[in-house]
């Protein structure tokens, strides 16, 4: 068999190194891989190809055409082709408008992501895959830093995306982008681009393309600094999980016992509360008025 090649030896690895860290998948579980036909998501697919022989995975394939672009459907069929040259079942999901009036209240760029898990999880599900994996990198989570600072975001916001989030699986956020790009170039891929990632619309584009490159002319590094912050976030908020836990089974049904808690953790124990009960986690300011309500 022929040696894969360094560039991608070396994504392998580091998707190796994430999944034993976040408890991923077992000896013969299946893993459906979101591939979009960029750069990222192909990288990552060929990553897994590496790892799953030795682990014994059944990989899948999904592509999602969220028919919103001259080309998307040509995206999804090549997608679909890829995965067919190398053996493995592939399916191709379209959404319709429906899809994405659903999620209208999220935004444009919110109700995409919602319409796509709501369609990958599913079709996960009847290809026999327990998990689901994402082609985020370290570029993605930098950029999620710097949006969530804008927004005014705690801790939990910083904290960025994990490597796993339930079933959820994102192996190469210690990758660059630039990795998976040389990693698809050794390989012999040539990545699609989707032309709306290049324009001036949504605010990831121009973080991406404005604010990460003048970030890293101002202070070299600044892009693994922010994954940094995540990184050193993710780890405070496990730390302090068991805590929350702990406090708000003590504190059910006393408000005056919220009231006294240091606000921090108040503020953690209500957004608890609220993912325990099934409702939308507040926002800051929505916490604050909850917290205030025992005072009146």
Not at 22 to 38: F, H, T, W, Y
Not at 100 to 112: D, K, S, T, V
Not at 136 to 147: G, I, K, M, P, S
Request: hydrophobic share 45%; aromatic share 2%; charged share 25%.
């Amino acid at each position: 068999m022929t040696r894969a090649p360094a560039e991608l030896r070396r994504l392998a690895d580091l998707a190796a190194k994430a999944l034993a860290g976040a408890g991923g998948p077992e000896g013969g579980d299946g893993v459906a891989v979101a591939v979009s036909g960029g750069a990222d998501s192909l990288a990552l697919l060929h990553a897994l190809r590496v790892l799953s022989r030795p682990r014994r995975w059944d990989l899948a394939v999904l592509t999602v055409d969220h028919g919103l672009r001259p080309g998307s459907a040509a995206d999804a069929a090549f997608v679909a082709d890829h995965a067919k040259s190398l053996g493995l079942p592939a399916r191709v999901l379209t959404l319709a408008p429906a899809d994405l009036e659903a999620h209208q209240a999220a935004g444009p760029e919110g109700a995409a992501r919602a319409a796509r898990y709501a369609v990958l999880w599913p079709a996960a599900g009847d290809l026999g895959c327990r998990w689901l994996a994402t082609g985020h990198t370290l570029d993605d989570q930098a950029e999620t830093v710097l949006l969530q600072l804008l927004r005014g975001a705690g801790p939990d916001g910083l904290a960025g995306m994990a490597v796993r989030s339930g079933r959820l699986l994102r192996p190469l956020l210690s990758a660059r982008r630039a990795e998976t790009q040389a990693c698809c170039g050794a390989v012999g891929l040539a990545w699609r681009e989707d032309p709306t990632n290049a324009g001036d619309g949504p605010l990831r584009n121009r973080v991406r393309q404005r604010l990460l490159p003048l970030l890293e002319e101002l202070r070299p590094g600044a892009t693994r600094a922010l994954a940094r912050t995540a990184a050193l976030a993710a780890d405070e908020r496990g730390w302090l999980d068991p805590l929350v836990a702990e406090t708000l089974t003590a504190t059910a049904g006393d408000p005056q016992a919220l009231a006294r808690l240091p606000v921090a953790l108040a503020r953690r124990v209500v957004r608890e509360a609220a993912r325990q009960a099934g409702e939308p986690v507040p926002d800051a300011a929505a916490t604050d008025r909850i917290l205030a309500l025992p005072a009146d």
